[in-house]
């Protein structure tokens, strides 16, 4: 895994900063168990992203048939919107949960916004 910071690995894959971007996280959870408490901290962090002025997009889903699995999809204005993101009360909530459950993070791709209505 690279030591780049989102920031830098979203300069590189996309040439810019400044542009609009997706994320997509695939992580897992310990337990079933685990994946429950992470199901309800992330109700409050969804709403409050949501509400964050250049958020586009913020869904968290679990998988359906491995309940230990999720798919994190967000998408932001700029990276500088995605820093202020991880700056906020409910987004360290969320981490504090989420470092409590996780086994593992699968992958964190970068997505370039292709086409939008």
Known sequence: MSNRTLRERIQAELGSTEVPV???????TKTVEGGDR????????????????H?????????????????????????DA???HESTPHFKEGIAVLKDVIDQVESVTVLRIAAEA
């Open 82 to 84: 995605i820093e202020f």
């Open 55 to 79: 958020n586009i997009e913020y869904q968290v889903n679990r998988d359906a048939n491995d309940l230990t699995r999720f798919y994190l999809y967000d998408r932001w204005a700029n990276v």
């Open 22 to 28: 997706g994320l997509l996280t695939i992580l897992r």
């Open 38 to 53: 992470l199901e309800e901290s992330m109700r409050a962090v969804v709403a409050h992203s949501r509400r964050e002025p």
